[in-house]
């Protein structure tokens, strides 16, 4: 066991031997970490993708610079975020 698991472990241990209460309290607090969030999504977003089929690199630059020669592709043009982004609803 390594460090970084030596970590988990300890941390594990103390997690399961809080209270119900605390536990849920400790869960509620990952659950407003913005990274945390973004981390675990990010997790199970690939643990529900690793059944699909895949292909390699070379296949879909390939594919993609198809598609772009027969216009069926927008890859080449950059959107701004901003224009992406809708604007906040104001109360008035």
């Known amino acids: ?3 970084t698991e030596a970590t988990a472990e300890v941390f594990l241990t103390a997690f399961r031997g809080l209270s119900k ?3 849920g309290a400790v869960v509620e607090k990952l659950l407003q970490d913005k990274d945390f969030m973004e981390d675990l999504i990010d997790i199970v977003i ?3 993708r690793q059944e699909e089929p895949s292909r390699s ?6 594919d993609r610079k198809k ?3 027969n216009g069926l ?5 950059k959107i701004s975020r901003k ?3 809708a ?6």
Do not use: G, H, V
């Open 46 to 48: 690939i643990e529900q």
């Open 73 to 77: 592709c927008c890859f080449s043009k």
């Open 87 to 92: 604007s906040p609803i104001k109360d008035t």
């Open 67 to 69: 598609r772009e020669i």
């Open 1 to 3: 066991m390594n460090t």
């Open 21 to 23: 209460k605390e536990r």
């Open 83 to 85: 224009r992406i982004r």
């Open 57 to 62: 690199l070379d296949e879909y630059l390939a």
